[in-house]
Nanobody, 114 residues
Framework: QVQLVESGGGLVQPGGSLRLSCRAS????????MAWYQQAPGKQRALVARITRDGSTMYADSVKGRFTISRNNAANTVYLQMNSLKPEDTAVYYCNTGGISWPWGQGTQVTVSS
């Protein structure tokens, strides 16, 4: 079964940057659209960004122009570059396929605070 391991979160001041990584076990990674999701305290998990297997991307309006999703199929890894971070970006970030095909990983906490 595929396992997802997210990393790269932390505490950052408003306006700062972080780069999240998510590595998937197994060799079928390249066949899937991959996505990042965020779950803020007291809220449901929501889609942040998505990248197809050929590299087409889409973003939630709240992060457009600030976040960039990318992938390295050879490394079974998807990334989320987060710039100009705002306090409202504070959440646990998870990756999964676009259709949420695999078990959720542990996520990585991003806290934006001065």
């Amino acid at each position: 079964q595929v396992q997802l391991v997210e990393s790269g979160g932390g505490l950052v001041q408003p306006g700062g940057s972080l780069r999240l990584s998510c590595r998937a076990s197994g060799s079928i990674f390249r066949a899937y659209t991959m996505a990042w999701y965020q779950q803020a305290p007291g809220k449901q998990r929501a889609l942040v960004a998505r990248i197809t297997r050929d590299g087409s991307t889409m973003y939630a309006d709240s992060v457009k122009g600030r976040f960039t999703i990318s992938r390295n199929n050879a490394a079974n890894t998807v990334y989320l570059q987060m710039n100009s971070l705002k306090p409202e970006d504070t959440a646990v970030y998870y990756c999964n396929t676009g259709g949420i095909s695999w078990p959720w990983g542990q996520g990585t906490q991003v806290t934006v605070s001065s």
